[in-house]
C-alpha cells in the first residue's frame, strides 16, 4: 500500500520547508538549492512543478538527475533512519527532509551538499 506523502502535493509541502529553513534564519534560496541538488531540476522546471502542484510521487519520478551522492546522506529524521528506509521513494523524501532539517540547524551549505 503506497504512503498517503506520495500523493499529496510537493507545493504543499514546499512552504512548510521554507517556513522551517527561514525561523532558523536561513533562505528560500537556500532550500531551493538543497532541492535542485537531489534531484537535478534546474529553477525554472523546480518553479513550474511547484505551480503544477505534482505530488510527491510524480516530483520524484520527473526528477531529471536524482543526485548520485544522495547516498551520503545519512542520520535520524522525524524519528527515522534514512539509509535504512527501504522504500526508495519514501528515501527520497526522506533525504530532502534530512537536507532542510541540516540546513535548519545552521549546517554550512558545502556540507549539506556533501561537497
Known amino acids: 500500500m503506497a504512503h498517503r506523502i506520495y500523493a499529496i502535493s510537493f ?5 512548510h520547508y521554507i517556513a522551517k529553513a527561514e525561523k532558523k534564519g536561513r533562505t528560500k534560496a537556500e532550500v531551493d538549492e ?6 537535478g531540476y534546474a529553477q525554472k522546471k523546480l518553479d513550474s512543478q511547484i505551480a ?6 510524480d516530483f520524484f519520478d520527473q526528477a531529471p538527475k536524482l543526485n548520485p551522492s544522495r547516498s551520503l546522506i545519512t542520520g535520524v529524521v522525524c524519528g527515522v533512519c534514512v539509509e535504512d528506509v527501504e522504500e526508495p521513494l519514501m528515501q527520497e523524501i526522506r533525504y530532502l527532509d534530512k537536507l532542510v ?5 545552521g549546517k554550512a551549505m558545502e556540507k549539506i551538499l556533501r561537497k
Request: proline content about 5%; charged content about 25%.
Open 52 to 57: 503544477a502542484k505534482v505530488n510527491f510521487e
Open 34 to 39: 538543497i532541492i535542485r541538488w537531489l534531484t
Open 101 to 105: 532539517d541540516e540546513l535548519a540547524k
Open 11 to 15: 507545493a504543499s509541502v514546499y512552504p
